[in-house]
């Protein structure tokens, strides 16, 4: 039997996610076309993220990053801790703040050596990323 889902937020971000929008410092890091190739996938604790290309013989489906993720929903907003599991990344850490809204996920995050952001924003030159995921039906 498949593990139960965690409560709280965790248990909500159970399951595929797509990006809707990816920024780094304000500019756009993939167009549309390459974005739909993104998924996120929440299991439990951990986060995979994965890049598939089915319009090559054969299909490429690369695991770009394993990380594991802690909330904590007591702050305003709500903060969110990866930490990388594997590669040349591993044991590094990013922080940020999420927001669960339905079916939509925003996150903003950053290196762990820079200030927690406290917004929903990646201005020029914070060093933080600025996403916008959609909830996938199972």
Request: glycine share 10%; hydrophobic share 35%; proline share 10%.
């Amino acid at each position: 039997a498949p593990a139960a889902a965690p409560p709280g937020d965790l248990g909500q971000l159970q399951g595929n996610w797509r990006p809707l929008a990816i920024q780094f410092e304000g500019k756009s890091q993939a167009p549309v076309d390459e974005m739909a190739k993104l998924t996120g996938v929440f299991d439990q604790s951990e986060y995979h993220l994965y890049y598939a290309d089915k319009a090559k013989t054969p299909p490429t489906v690369l695991k770009l990053a394993v990380m594991n993720v802690s909330l904590d929903p007591t702050t305003s907003p709500k903060g969110i801790t990866f930490e990388f599991a594997s590669g040349n990344l591993k044991v590094q850490k990013r922080h940020g703040v999420y927001e669960l809204a339905g079916n939509e996920l925003k996150l903003c995050y950053g290196p762990a050596d820079r200030p927690r952001p406290g917004q929903f924003a990646a201005p020029a030159g914070s060093g933080y990323f600025y996403e916008v995921w959609a909830k996938q039906p199972k």
